[in-house]
């Protein structure tokens, strides 16, 4: 039954870092929801443009805070300790939200008894010229596997999200030592105790652009979920795999596949490892081994061979 009194307050964070490019577009379609009961923080992490003149030309409809640099994370965590709403929403200086993005949330909310719950979305994806350009598709969307789903591609992005503030006082904030994979590893944690709940519609228009953290640090990205990989593996259990309607220990061998084609090299050998310590089976082992080092090889050329060509059209 749809609760016709559910109407908490929703905190939309902004991080921004020399985004005069795109925050005012950001910021707009934040204040331009349709559900009223909203309140926009800004969280300028120490730029060097624009930026600042921009956010306080909006005076009192947003609440405008500086700070030094410390990362999208660091950012973040500034705006949910200084957030008054019950409900987060992150939104990318460089992305943004279509008009009934709130409201629509909010609205699927009211149809849930239970609190733990958080809500996630399809979207578009735009260019630097704000011209859509392709879509994401959620296709696995099943709250059972949504752990096992951000282990093995990208599920979420989260500025579709609509998140209980009390996450945070369960889990902890985003892990600011990790900037490149504190967002998914945020949800991992999350999904212990709290159920990811997938919509179709698409809410929200991300933007790609050569600006990227993703683009400029490609390789330190790949440490970094190397590292968020074998941390994840570790903490799964058999039970967790079985509830997700998976066999064990067969589908650690997936899992190393999956990462070997992903170019994840020391997280596919540690899931491979567990593999091999799992099963009582030995044959075919050493197929898949070679299987896999291929996969991987292959992903390692193709990365090359893209990074040189970004290079060279940067150049």
């Known amino acids: 039954m749809i609760d016709e009194d559910f109407n908490p307050k929703v905190s939309i964070v902004i ?86 993005k709130l409201e629509h949330q909010i609205k699927e909310l009211s149809n849930y008894t239970e609190s733990n719950i958080i809500l996630y979305s ?93 683009h400029k640090r490609a390789k330190y990205h790949n440490y970094e979920s190397n590292l968020f990989l074998v941390d994840a593996l570790y903490k799964m259990t058999k039970i967790d795999y079985e509830q997700a309607g998976e066999e064990y220990p067969e589908i650690l061998r997936e899992i190393a596949k999956n990462w070997a084609q992903r170019g994840y090299k020391n997280a596919y050998i540690k899931a491979y490892k567990k593999f091999k310590e799992a099963s009582k089976k030995n044959t075919a082992r050493l197929q898949s081994t070679i299987a896999l080092r291929r996969a991987y090889m292959y992903k390692y050329i193709k990365s090359r061979i893209k990074y040189l060509i970004y290079t060279f059209r940067k150049w």
Request: charged share 20%; net charge negative; proline share 3%.
């Open 122 to 214: 399809d979207y578009d994806i735009i260019n630097n010229e704000s011209v859509k350009i392709g879509e994401g598709v959620t296709k696995d969307t099943n709250s059972d596997r949504f752990r096992l789903q951000l282990m093995l591609s990208a599920p979420i992005n989260g500025c579709t999200a609509l998140i209980p503030k009390s996450v945070f006082n369960e889990v902890g904030l985003f892990n600011t030592l990790r900037p490149h994979t504190s967002d998914v590893e945020a949800f991992f944690n999350m999904a212990g105790s709290y159920k990811f709940i997938h919509e179709t519609e698409k809410l929200v228009q991300l933007r790609q652009h050569s600006g990227q953290m993703t």
């Open 15 to 100: 991080p921004v870092y020399n985004g005069a490019n795109y925050m005012q577009e950001a910021i707009e379609s934040a204040l331009n929801q349709t559900y009223n009961n909203i309140e926009v923080l800004v969280i300028n992490d120490g730029s060097k443009d624009e930026t600042e003149e921009i956010a306080l030309s909006y005076g009192n409809r947003i609440r405008y805070f500086k700070k030094e640099n410390g990362g999208q994370s660091s950012a973040l965590n500034f705006g949910i300790e200084q957030m008054k709403g019950e409900y987060f929403s992150w939104l990318s200086h460089d992305d943004v939200y279509y008009p009934q």
